[in-house]
């Protein structure tokens, strides 16, 4: 079975700063997409940031990038000129690929709060 | 845009009722699921349906049911609702084979 591990419950950031919020995984399968997630206070939950398994290249979304380390299963998420919209709930989550159901498995999350 | 929504943000529900939570989406999604989410325990899987009628339990499915009639629509029943079961419900939809799930807004229940 697939789980996601977020070692982080809470982190902050000073605004304009960067920050990293970790996340490791673990799986035996070869094919998978990995996803970031945020949830803002009281709002929707939005994708921020994909990955697929098979590509090398760390995906990047404007401010939001990844390091993505398909050896050792990690898939940290890296937000540079943090903005006050930033403060959220993050999720890391891991999907199959090749699974027609698409079900996700999520982190715990980490709550981000972004300071003035 | 895709639009998910939820019947209802906040719900506050009496121990034992039956609970109706429901959720449409608008952009032909095969696949839909629920999920609750509680503090330090992220989100977890109820149910999904792949299809209409069609069904598949998560990671916990205990003490709710699912039901889709059609494409478009897929409601989450607590038969008996406990105080255990308060908590956020999220409502996802995708497409088949496609990895971005789209979410709804949530639904706030208190059993109380």
């Known amino acids: 079975a697939q789980t996601v591990t977020q070692s982080q419950p809470e982190m902050s950031v000073q605004e304009a700063e960067t920050v990293t919020l970790s996340c490791t995984y673990d799986?035996?399968?070869?094919?998978?997409?990995l996803f970031w997630y945020k949830q803002p206070p009281s709002r929707q939950m939005i994708l921020v940031i994909r990955?697929?398994?098979?590509?090398?290249q760390n995906a990047t979304e404007n401010r939001f990038s990844v390091n993505f380390q398909k050896a050792a299963k990690s898939f940290s998420l890296k937000i540079s000129d943090s903005q006050l919209g930033d403060t959220a709930m993050y999720f890391c989550a891991f999907l199959h690929y090749g699974g027609s159901q698409g079900n996700l498995i999520f982190g715990k999350g980490t709550k981000l709060s972004v300071k003035p | 845009d895709v639009k998910v929504t939820q019947s209802s943000r906040y719900l506050v529900k009496r121990t034992g009722e039956k609970v109706f939570l429901e959720c449409v989406q608008d952009m032909d999604h095969e696949n839909m699921f629920w999920y609750r989410q509680d503090p330090g325990l992220g989100l977890r899987l109820i149910y999904f349906?792949?299809?209409?009628?069609?069904?598949e339990k998560g990671d916990i499915p205990e003490g709710y049911s699912v039901s889709r009639e059609k494409k478009e629509r897929f409601s989450l029943i607590l038969e008996s609702a406990s105080t255990n079961q308060t908590s956020m419900y999220l409502c996802?939809?995708?497409?088949?084979?496609?990895?971005?799930?789209?979410f709804g807004p949530g639904t706030r229940l208190t059993v109380t």
């Open positions: 990955q697929e398994a098979y590509k090398q």
């Open positions: 349906s792949y299809d209409v009628k069609m069904k």
């Open positions: 996802a939809s995708s497409f088949e084979g496609l990895p971005k799930q789209y």
């Open positions: 799986t035996s399968e070869s094919n998978y997409y």
